[in-house]
């Protein structure tokens, strides 16, 4: 079996200037962490005009930043 990440970055208001940085941020040390557990896979959501989901607009450049994070 398989296991994998699924992420829809959230930033529930009231935001802060650096609220949507620090989630991306915790995102990528959480998928680092879980290469080293074991899993296999990463997902992240594209959403456009959605105020507190999916604040990840561009998914392809945090990806690109996963993958310096990671070895798979």
């Given at each position: 079996?398989?296991?994998?990440?699924?992420?829809?970055?959230?930033?529930?208001?009231?935001?802060?200037?650096?609220?949507?940085?620090?989630?991306?941020w915790?995102?990528?040390?959480?998928?680092?962490?879980?290469?080293?557990?074991?899993?296999?896979s990463?997902?992240?959501?594209?959403?456009?005009?959605?105020?507190?989901?999916?604040?990840?607009?561009?998914?392809?450049?945090?990806?690109?930043?996963?993958?310096?994070?990671t070895?798979?």
């Amino acid at each position: 079996m398989k296991f994998g990440l699924f992420y829809q970055i959230q930033v529930p208001k009231p935001w802060t200037e650096e609220s949507e940085a620090r989630r991306i941020w915790e995102a990528l040390d959480q998928i680092a962490y879980a290469e080293e557990v074991g899993y296999d896979s990463v997902w992240f959501s594209e959403h456009h005009f959605r105020p507190e989901w999916s604040h990840n607009s561009a998914p392809d450049l945090t990806l690109a930043a996963v993958s310096q994070r990671t070895s798979r």
